[in-house]
């Protein structure tokens, strides 16, 4: 009896022996998840797209945190900034195309009985904001027209706070304020502006084709989108030379001399060379929906004003009324 028990016991024992597992698969299975987990990160690497950074290469979801960066830099040295870059001129090519919109019209809008309303994209101190004003009530004896001013930076919006509390056109209400990314405007209604503004802003978006699809979107049939930017070359081979030497050697060193920041000029200098020649904008405007006036031909020429040789340009477009 006890000897059969004990063979029990050993056949019991025995049952418990850990299972067999096919050692092939097992090789099988983890080569296959760690093919799986470096396919996933291939992917997510070929899904990140890149875009310029000045002269680098960086991932798009990058770019903005980048120019919010250099611009919170030169926030209350903007002005100086542009004395810089166009040797003091960006001052009478502002009042030039504030003069050329003739703020305080409004077509549009005089049915309603409302003032024009406009939209200042990378307005950011204000200066354009502040002439379009000064222009609609001095010139057109327009007491109505409103500007909001946006950008995506808060300190240079809050430069332009600085600037414009004391003016009476705020005791007035007839200026406010809007923290928003130009490509992405949803605190603005459709069809609700009648002239949308942006100097020297666009070059520094990272799309700037949505930027002006959102353009589009939100003025009225028949409003205007207006456009004031440094260029990338001259006409003038040898002007654009001299230009060049000048913006590529001075304007960094003098930012750090200035502003001890040379880094944010060597972007901001950069930045021009990367932004489209003016057909090519050009095209970009049409290729949104808009009329541009002037325009002529497959290279739309004439469809962009030339500022100082072409330092700068004005570039418009027309939303169409259907």
């Known amino acids: ?154 300190e240079m919006l809050a430069e332009g706070r600085k600037r414009l509390s004391q003016t009476p056109y705020a005791a007035a209400g007839r200026i406010d304020f809007l923290e928003a990314n130009a490509e992405d405007l949803s605190a603005i209604p459709d069809a609700s502006i009648d002239l949308y503004t942006v100097a020297f802003g666009i070059r520094n978006f990272t799309h700037k084709d949505i930027a002006l699809k959102e353009a589009y979107r939100v003025l009225k049939p028949g409003g205007v989108f207006a456009c004031l930017e440094f260029a990338p070359n001259l006409g003038n081979p040898l002007f654009n030379a001299v230009y060049k030497r000048w913006s590529f050697s001075a304007i960094p060193l003098i930012g750090q001399l200035v502003a001890s920041d040379r880094d944010s000029y060597q972007y901001l200098v950069e930045s021009i060379e990367r932004f489209p020649k003016q057909s090519d904008f050009a095209g970009m405007i049409q290729e949104a929906g808009f009329v541009v006036p002037g325009a002529r031909g497959e290279g739309l020429e004439g469809g962009w004003e030339d500022l100082s040789l072409g330092i700068a340009a004005i570039h418009k477009g027309v939303k169409p009324v259907k």
């Open 1 to 154: 009896m006890s000897a059969h028990l004990s063979g029990a016991s050993k056949r019991v024992r025995l049952s418990h022996r850990a299972p067999w597992v096919c050692q092939n698969c097992q090789r099988s299975f983890a080569s296959s998840t760690r093919w799986q987990i470096e396919r996933t990160a291939e992917e997510k690497k070929a899904e990140e797209r890149t875009t310029h950074f000045g002269f680098d290469t960086v991932a798009e979801s990058l770019k903005a945190s980048k120019v919010a960066s250099v611009f919170s830099s030169v926030a209350s040295s903007y002005d100086t900034m542009n004395d810089l870059m166009s040797l003091g001129i960006h001052r009478l090519w502002k009042d030039h195309f504030v003069r050329g919109l003739n703020p305080g019209i409004r077509p549009s809008s005089a049915s309603s009985g409302q003032g024009q309303r406009i939209l200042d994209i990378a307005g950011g101190t204000g200066d354009i904001a502040l002439r379009m004003l000064e222009h609609a009530t001095r010139v057109n004896r327009d007491t109505t027209a409103h500007v909001t001013v946006s950008d995506i930076n808060p």
